[in-house]
């Protein structure tokens, strides 16, 4: 099994910057696919943005510019980059883990069948 445990998060003007990181620990060679995965109050779960280990990444356009995906191989650790954050980035934010390949698009809902091992999820909140 794969545990993974986000940090970071909290509260932000629009227009602000926060950075989420997601260590991974456990059975983790065979992980192939890392994800941040958000759920707005009121919404579906939506792929925010995804990286594999060949550091391919991609983004759901209504954050593609604004936030950045990576992964720190060394330290088993994830990280989303959050800038020119708006009302609507507002969310539940959780780190998945998958041995599969990177899901074809984000930005659209999702099951949690879809990725394997889930984060306890941290709270991003944006407001003036």
């Known amino acids: 099994a794969v545990l993974l445990v986000e940090s970071g998060g909290g509260s932000s003007q629009p227009g602000g910057s926060l950075r989420l990181p997601c260590a991974l620990s456990?059975?983790?060679?065979?992980?192939?696919?890392m994800s941040w995965v958000r759920h707005a109050s009121g919404q579906d779960l939506e792929g925010a943005a995804g990286i594999d280990t060949d550091g391919a990444t991609k983004y759901a356009d209504s954050v593609k510019g604004r936030f950045t995906i990576s992964h720190d191989k060394h330290n088993n650790t994830i990280y989303l980059d959050m800038n020119s954050l708006t009302p609507e980035d507002t969310a539940m934010y959780y780190c998945t883990a998958t041995v599969w390949a990177c899901p074809a698009e984000y930005g659209k809902s999702i099951t949690t069948r879809e990725h394997m091992y889930w984060g306890q999820g941290t709270q991003v909140s944006v407001s003036s």
């Open positions: 456990g059975e983790v060679y065979p992980i192939y696919c």
